[in-house]
């Protein structure tokens, strides 16, 4: 069976400083992992994706993940966050077993204090 | 290049009624999914389509929920009729390919339905 599993369903930080929302993952097959954001009444966006290359992926807007097979773990990271990260972000799995739908995990609502 | 296109944005009806939802993918693109988004969790699947045909609709409450992709183009989603539990966001995505992760999945912005 495949699952993904967001530790935390909120997150605070300050601006300028790291980010890291938390991932695991379940798999019977070799995952492909995702990171989409949500911003308010916007559609979900691809932050970036791991698909058995490098395990250290970098992303847009200065977001990067590192696969852990070990650790089940897809975290992403940011070194310093900006008031506009503040947004929904999902960590995705596509297991490729079958079809092609995604599994979502509930997201991480990150919020940026000034 | 044009998004994937939803309409409409909001909805309100009564439980048993009916609704319908439309999406209009990217061009070229072969491949259109549905998914269910409950307030507080994650997108999941409902339907995929490959051109016109389905691929998957395992999780489809198929008693209530159809879809169709006529012509493998635009796609339809009805609920009829409508119980409070299908309050929820409805996603359309669309990608160019099928059956393989390469190929990233564009999502519109939502249907927003609520049912009282």
């Known amino acids: 069976a495949q699952s993904v599993t967001q530790l935390d369903s909120h997150v605070s930080v300050s601006e300028g400083t790291p980010v890291l929302l938390r991932c695991n993952y379940s798999?019977?097959?070799?995952?492909?992992l995702f990171w989409y954001v949500q911003h308010p009444n916007k559609g979900l966006q691809l932050l970036l994706k791991y698909t058995s290359a490098a395990t250290l992926v970098k992303g847009i807007n200065g977001f990067e993940a590192e696969f852990k097979k070990s650790e089940t773990s897809f975290h992403l990271t940011k070194p310093s966050a900006h008031m506009s990260d503040a947004a929904e972000y999902f960590c995705?799995?596509?297991?490729?077993?079958?079809?092609?739908?995604?599994?979502f995990g509930k997201g991480t609502h990150l919020i940026i204090q000034p | 290049e044009a998004g994937v296109a939803q309409s409409p944005r909001y909805k309100i009806i009564e439980k048993r009624q009916s609704v319908a939802f439309w999406c209009n993918p990217i061009s070229g693109h072969a491949t259109l999914y549905w998914y269910q988004q409950i307030l507080g969790q994650g997108p999941k699947l409902l339907i995929q389509?490959?051109?016109?045909?389905?691929?998957?609709d395992s999780q489809l409450p198929k008693d209530r929920f159809s879809a169709e992709r006529l012509k493998g183009v635009d796609s339809t989603l009805k609920i009829q009729p409508a119980k409070l539990e299908d309050s929820a966001v409805y996603l359309c995505a669309s990608s160019f390919g099928f059956r393989g992760s390469s190929y990233e999945q564009y999502f519109g912005p939502g249907t927003r339905l609520t049912v009282t």
């Open positions: 798999s019977s097959y070799s995952p492909s």
């Open positions: 995705v799995l596509y297991s490729g077993g079958g079809a092609d739908g995604l599994t």
């Open positions: 389509f490959q051109n016109n045909g389905v691929v998957d």
